[in-house]
């Protein structure tokens, strides 16, 4: 029986520690809230306008600003300035309320978090 017990507790420790790497591994925008990829944008090009920018608002920047290497600003149709990680314009969730918050991964089966 503690053999049992034993084990019951080390798999549940290592499914926590595994949820939370997946955590770790996430990306956010400044404010903390998930960032996602859309799998429709076409290389640096968003996809998402109009009703879709409306659960999915695009990240957006100002032409100047500065992150690290992985990131850049793509201009949208509007002509505002988009970031995009590793080259792939980055949005965030309507549905997502607080930090930490990822209710938009795989949704549609398009739809997915933005992983460092």
Not at 81 to 86: E, K, L, S, V
């Amino acid at each position: 029986m503690k053999t049992i017990m034993m084990r019951s507790a080390l798999v549940f420790v290592a499914i926590m520690l595994l949820a939370v790497g997946a955590q770790a591994a996430m990306l956010t925008a400044k404010n903390g809230m998930t960032l996602y990829v859309f799998d429709k944008d076409k290389g640096s090009v968003s996809s998402c306008y109009g009703f879709c920018a409306y659960f999915w608002p695009p990240y957006i920047g100002t032409k100047g600003e500065k992150m690290n290497k992985h990131w850049t600003l793509v201009k949208r149709k509007n002509g505002k300035m988009q970031w995009a990680y590793n080259g792939k314009p980055v949005y965030l969730y309507k549905a997502d309320k607080k930090k930490g918050d990822m209710t938009g991964d795989g949704k549609e089966g398009i739809w997915h978090i933005v992983k460092q």
